[in-house]
T-cell receptor, first 114, second 109 residues
Framework: GAGVSQSPSNKVTEKGKDVELRCDPI?????LYWYRQSLGQGLEFLIY????????KSGLPSDRFSAERTGGSVSTLTIQRTQQEDSAVYLC????????????FGPGTRLTVT | GENVEQHPSTLSVQEGDSAVIKCTYS??????FPWYKQELGKRPQLIID?????GEKKDQRIAVTLNKTAKHFSLHITETQPEDSAVYFC????????FGAGTRLTVKP
């Protein structure tokens, strides 16, 4: 079946502009995660959605970052007033969270802020 | 929140040798410990996982051990092959998932 998809695959933006990154999780998965991966670095947790519960935003690096999940499915990560240090690959993952915690990752969005 | 530390950051082994990567976690409530393999330019892929009620799990050349008392878990790869070369991440889950910084494994032919 279809896996996690993300769009766009690549995004180049000018410093100071806002960007929106989209994640389509696997159908039926109740949990959705956003991570940031800088070049050659590890996976930095950003935010976690679980069903209708309030999201865990503890990983968001600043108030320029926000995310929402509409209808318990698609999620959008928004970065306002982008900075060069925001350049990274943004990965989305989903899991069924019904006793099976395996996360399935999307292909990521490579964001470059010039 | 959970803090996961991973060692070593880089590991180079000869083909056929074993490789061991170790992780520690801070939150004793963590109950799920996956390992992911990430090849260059690709997304992380789950290779093996273990839950807190199990001490060891094996899948062909890959095994994971968990010591809940010491709060550490390890990945063991035996008979390494060049295609095992990648970055490996451990993770620990309470509610959300926190990842280690990764280990770059190079298997020399």
């Amino acid at each position: 079946g279809a896996g996690v998809s993300q769009s766009p695959s690549n995004k180049v933006t000018e410093k100071g502009k806002d960007v929106e990154l989209r994640c389509d999780p696997i159908s039926g998965h109740t949990a959705l995660y956003w991570y940031r991966q800088s070049l050659g670095q590890g996976l930095e947790f950003l935010i976690y959605f679980q069903g209708n519960s309030a999201p865990d935003k503890s990983g968001l690096p600043s108030d320029r970052f926000s995310a929402e999940r509409t209808g318990g499915s698609v999620s959008t990560l928004t970065i306002q007033r982008t900075q060069q240090e925001d350049s990274a690959v943004y990965l989305c993952a989903s899991s069924s969270d019904q006793g099976a915690y395996e996360q399935y990752f999307g292909p990521g969005t490579r964001l470059t802020v010039t | 929140g959970e803090n996961v530390e991973q060692h070593p950051s880089t590991l180079s082994v000869q083909e056929g040798d074993s490789a061991v990567i170790k992780c520690t976690y801070s939150d004793s409530a963590s109950n799920y410990f996956p390992w992911y393999k990430q090849e260059l330019g690709k997304r992380p892929q789950l290779i093996i996982d273990i839950r807190s009620n199990v001490g060891e799990k094996k899948d062909q050349r890959i095994a994971v051990t968990l010591n809940k008392t010491a709060k550490h878990f390890s990945l063991h790869i035996t008979e390494t092959q060049p295609e095992d070369s990648a970055v490996y991440f451990c993770a620990a889950r309470v509610n959300d998932m926190r990842f280690g910084a990764g280990t770059r494994l190079t298997v020399k032919p």
